[in-house]
């Protein structure tokens, strides 16, 4: 199946995979944590028994193979037997669904990605246990659903810590009181999009938000030279959200 518009096998849900007892239900592990069960397998019956309670337990097979609720979310059931590629059609279209900027918050125990201190990528799972660190993520917005928005929002964090503190050792960032001398420049790097090039510009009295200033303009054009290439992708490349 290579078109994913046609209609993709669902996945059975606990209350569906009790009302199968005695008929073939078909299993797959879809993460990592579970390698050593990528492959498919049927299993004739499962003991209705074991659930009837969706919060513990686990669900038990005649071929004495059992998997705990508590990883229940690493797995798929069908009734009908699905291909790899299907799978990981499946597999992105309910990824898709989910993932329409890159900020929305994840389901529980499901994956997310944060950012270090450093700058640096962290992937997590989110319990949602109120008041933890994953709250506070979310709350400061340093909580991503896609791994290579992460990235990109990472590299661009990066590239302003340096150029701030490059601006700051070398000649100095404006103050306060040097924006309210409306008659002094201060010094930014802009991109032009007409002549495709980076090239400095001033300012007196309008502050941009976000924007880093340089007192000193000869600062500012070593300041492209020698971050050249990552803000070249900055501007060119550098995506702020899924599109």
Same mark, same amino acid.
């Given at each position: 199946? &290579?078109?994913?518009?046609?209609?993709?096998?669902?996945?059975?849900? %606990?209350?569906?995979?009790?009302?199968?007892? *005695?008929?073939?239900?078909?299993? @797959?592990? =879809?993460?990592?944590?579970?390698?050593?069960? =990528?492959?498919?397998?049927?299993? +004739?019956? @499962? !003991?209705?028994?074991?659930?009837?309670?969706?919060?513990?337990?686990?669900?038990?097979?005649?071929?004495?193979?059992?998997?705990?609720?508590?990883?229940?979310?690493?797995?798929?059931? #069908?009734?009908?037997?699905? +291909?790899?590629?299907?799978?990981?059609?499946?597999?992105?279209?309910?990824?898709?669904?989910?993932?329409?900027? *890159? $900020?929305?918050?994840?389901?529980?125990?499901?994956?997310?990605? =944060?950012?270090?201190?450093?700058?640096? @990528? %962290?992937?997590? %799972? !989110?319990?949602? #246990?109120? *008041? +933890?660190?994953?709250?506070?993520? $979310?709350?400061?917005?340093?909580?991503?659903?896609?791994? &290579?928005?992460?990235?990109?929002?990472?590299?661009?964090?990066? /590239?302003?810590?340096?150029?701030?503190?490059?601006?700051?050792?070398? *000649?100095?960032?404006?103050?306060?009181?040097?924006?309210?001398? =409306?008659?002094?420049?201060?010094?930014? @790097?802009?991109?032009?999009?007409?002549?495709?090039?980076?090239?400095?510009?001033?300012?007196?009295? /309008?502050?941009? #938000?976000?924007? %880093? $200033? #340089?007192?000193?303009?000869?600062?500012c054009e070593k300041a492209i030279e020698i971050f050249k290439d990552e803000l070249l992708w900055y501007f060119t490349e550098f995506r702020e959200m899924l599109y």
């Amino acid at each position: 199946m &290579n078109n994913v518009n046609k209609e993709l096998p669902r996945a059975l849900t %606990i209350e569906e995979l009790k009302n199968r007892v *005695g008929k073939p239900v078909f299993v @797959i592990a =879809t993460t990592a944590e579970f390698k050593n069960k =990528t492959a498919w397998y049927v299993v +004739s019956k @499962i !003991d209705e028994s074991k659930v009837d309670n969706e919060n513990s337990g686990y669900i038990e097979f005649t071929d004495c193979k059992y998997i705990n609720f508590e990883a229940i979310h690493f797995f798929r059931f #069908f009734d009908t037997e699905v +291909s790899e590629t299907e799978l990981k059609e499946i597999l992105e279209v309910e990824e898709k669904a989910k993932k329409k900027t *890159g $900020y929305e918050r994840v389901g529980k125990r499901e994956t997310f990605y =944060t950012i270090s201190s450093l700058k640096e @990528i %962290i992937k997590l %799972i !989110d319990y949602k #246990f109120l *008041g +933890s660190d994953t709250e506070k993520r $979310y709350e400061f917005a340093s909580y991503f659903n896609d791994e &290579n928005l992460t990235e990109n929002i990472a590299r661009a964090e990066r /590239l302003k810590y340096q150029l701030r503190r490059y601006a700051a050792l070398n *000649g100095g960032i404006p103050s306060p009181s040097d924006w309210e001398n =409306t008659k002094s420049k201060k010094y930014y @790097i802009l991109y032009d999009y007409e002549d495709n090039g980076l090239d400095v510009c001033d300012r007196q009295s /309008l502050k941009d #938000f976000g924007q %880093i $200033y #340089f007192k000193n303009e000869e600062a500012c054009e070593k300041a492209i030279e020698i971050f050249k290439d990552e803000l070249l992708w900055y501007f060119t490349e550098f995506r702020e959200m899924l599109y």
